[in-house]
């Protein structure tokens, strides 16, 4: 997979050289590019903002930079998926990285201070799909914190990345058995740590057993943190709803 991410701090994206993804770039398995937007700046102090019409605080990101970036990493008539992070975006998820895993290019775009100018969006959705996309309810203060969590939620579904491939199709979230039902508890050695023992099930070596616990832990976890996600659960039986009582 391809990925380029524009940013006017490319700095940020130190921690892709680190652990499971710079692992995965140095065999070859991704291949991360960063940009410095303000290189498609043309004036002495290199001007990647400007003043919003209408008024208001703030700055915005002016399009021509942008518009030269876009067309220099991604020519006509080639097409990345582009992704632009902003909290009015729609959310990301599970079931968006898993689809933009099967991609073979992302590119990123990483607004900063009020976002960038709404024409840029408009234009670029012209010849390429565009997704504006959030990480979740809360304010950052531009898209490159958002993009190393995009990229890493996909680059670790990629054929090769994680050397366990059921770790995935364990995780909260993902599609499958685990549905919106977040993981349980887990525990390795030693079995008794400051007096606390490991749930006794979990040594007990009957693998029916384990799988009905950890179903039933998750349930419970699911309905403690996210009770939006039991409502949403089918296919409950009526041990399952004896355990959510
Ligand atoms: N930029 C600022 N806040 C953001 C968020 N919550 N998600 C994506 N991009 C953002």
Known sequence: MRIDIVSIFPEYFAPLDVSLLGKARR??????????????????????DDTPY?????MVMKPEPWGEALDTIAPPPVTPRLVVPTPSGRPFTQALAVEYAAEPWLLFACGRYE??????VAAARERMPVDEVGIGDY?????????????????RLLPGVLGNLDSVT???FAPGAMETLLEGPIYTKPPVWRDRPVPEVLLSGNHGAIARWRRD???????AHRPDLVARLTGLDDHDRRVLR
């Open 27 to 48: 065999r070859g398995l991704v291949d991360v590019t960063v940009h410095d937007l303000r290189e498609w700046t043309h004036d002495r102090h290199r001007t990647v």
């Open 54 to 58: 209408g008024g208001g605080p703030g």
């Open 115 to 120: 976002g960038i100018d709404s024409r840029v």
């Open 139 to 155: 304010v950052l203060a531009g898209g490159e914190v958002a993009v190393l969590v995009m990229v890493e939620a996909v680059s």
């Open 170 to 172: 364990d995780d909260s």
């Open 217 to 223: 832990q998750a349930l419970r976890r699911t309905a």
